[in-house]
């Protein structure tokens, strides 16, 4: 079939005549709404695709994780790991305000080692303004005190 003869068929499927002003009216409504069909049919498909990913990834997300802490009978410090003791804990806190800085180094009388323990501020239900100090064994295992 041949062009003119497509332009006239569009003509009269749309009102008019082919060169008409309401014909070539109505033909560029047509084409912008086919464009913005398409335009949405993508922006769909993207945030789709956008919205699949965030809801794998809120469902495979592991879950927050809060230190618990039990505070030692000094009631100065407290210990998160099985790994530290009351006593540690105790040293840490010594430490943590006897040396500058954020890093600090404090004994373990259970191991009779030093270990080193960077603190940053933490907030928690027993103390408002607490450090929570975090060091590692020579096993590899987490050493994670509260001090306040």
Request: proline content about 5%; charged content about 5%.
């Given at each position: 079939m041949r062009l003119d003869r497509v332009a006239d068929l569009d003509a009269v499927q749309l009102g008019g005549h082919a060169g008409s002003d309401r014909y070539t009216g109505q033909r560029r409504l047509m084409m912008r709404q086919q464009k913005a069909k398409r335009a949405v049919a993508g922006?769909?498909?993207?945030?789709?695709?956008?919205?699949?990913?965030?809801?794998?990834?809120?469902?495979?997300?592991?879950?927050?994780?809060?230190?618990?802490?039990?505070?030692?009978?000094?009631?100065?410090?407290?210990?998160?790991t099985y790994d530290t003791s009351c006593a540690f804990a105790d040293n840490v806190r010594w430490a943590w305000y006897s040396q500058p800085g954020n890093i600090v180094t404090a004994y373990s009388p259970v191991t009779s080692q030093l270990y080193t323990m960077q603190c940053t501020p933490a907030t928690t239900t027993y103390w408002p303004e607490a450090k929570r100090c975090v060091g590692v064994n020579s096993y590899g295992a987490g050493l994670i005190v509260f001090v306040d």
């Open positions: 922006l769909t498909s993207l945030l789709g695709g956008l919205t699949a990913t965030l809801a794998a990834s809120l469902l495979l997300a592991s879950p927050a994780n809060a230190d618990i802490f039990s505070v030692c009978p000094s009631g100065m410090s407290g210990v998160s």
